[in-house]
Nanobody, 127 residues
Framework: QVQLVESGGGLVQAGGSLRLSCKFS????????VGWFRQAPGKECEFVSAISRSANPYYADSVKGRFTISRDNGKKVVYLQMDSLKREDSADYFC?????????????????????WGQGTRVTVSA
């Protein structure tokens, strides 16, 4: 059974940095594509970033150049390094995963693509 646990959220000033972690429990982590999504109060869940099983990264335009996604298959962890944080980055951040038999990632930004979700970690960026 696959479980995902996010950590690393917290309170940070605008311009600061945080690193989120998504710890995967289960087998065959290297066969999973993993994504990060976020949801702010009163807003829809939106795509932030994703990384394919072959470590190809994908980013939303709003975070490109500021966030960096990476994965450590040995530790079964996906990281989201968030730099130059803005107040509008404040949200609950969720990681999600989907097992795939191919190395490509057709729809990294689609919520429906993913089969497993974590409980989330809150990021608050203050002025």
């Amino acid at each position: 059974q696959v479980q995902l646990v996010e950590s690393g959220g917290g309170l940070v000033q605008a311009g600061g940095s945080l690193r989120l972690s998504c710890k995967f429990s289960g087998n065959s982590f290297s066969r999973y594509n993993v994504g990060w999504f976020r949801q702010a109060p009163g807003k829809e869940c939106e795509f932030v970033s994703a990384i394919s099983r072959s470590a190809n990264p994908y980013y939303a335009d709003s975070v490109k150049g500021r966030f960096t996604i990476s994965r450590d298959n040995g530790k079964k962890v996906v990281y989201l390094q968030m730099d130059s944080l803005k107040r509008e980055d404040s949200a609950d951040y969720f990681c999600a995963a989907v097992q795939t038999i191919v190395t490509g990632f057709l729809r990294p930004a689609s919520i429906d693509e993913y089969t497993n979700w974590g409980q989330g970690t809150r990021v608050t960026v203050s002025a």
